[in-house]
């Protein structure tokens, strides 16, 4: 998985390579930008599947930070609940108890 953390400057343009395998998303933390032909704001949340680029473009209509994410897609099953994602209820449940007998701690 790829984390970036990007600021640009009104006006300033960037040229990200992505693996065409990868999915991801850019969540825009200030400001006002586009990405390819997408305007997107603070709060704003653009997504790009696996293919779909192998430079994102990404330019700042006004001072600009956003994180990329972005990763090859595991392609399994996720199961998620509270802090724990496996890849069943029988793994979270088996997560829980784990967790309550003290078997996640790393004992020293």
């Not at 200030?30 to 949340?45: A, F, L, N, S």
């Not at 509270?82 to 784990?98: L, R, S, Y």
């Amino acid at each position: 998985m790829a984390l970036l953390d990007i600021r640009l400057k009104t006006g300033a343009r960037l040229g990200q390579e992505v693996s065409t395998r990868d999915r991801g998303f850019l969540y825009v933390l200030e400001g006002r930008g586009r990405i390819g032909g997408t305007e997107v704001g603070k709060g704003d949340v653009a997504w790009f599947e696996p293919g779909e680029a192998e430079v994102l473009t990404i330019q700042a209509t006004q001072p600009l930070r956003a994180l990329l994410f972005s990763g090859e897609p595991i392609r399994e099953p996720a199961v998620a609940y509270g802090p724990f994602v496996m890849n069943t209820t029988q793994e979270i449940q088996q997560a829980f108890v784990d967790y309550q007998t003290g078997r996640m701690v790393a004992r020293r």
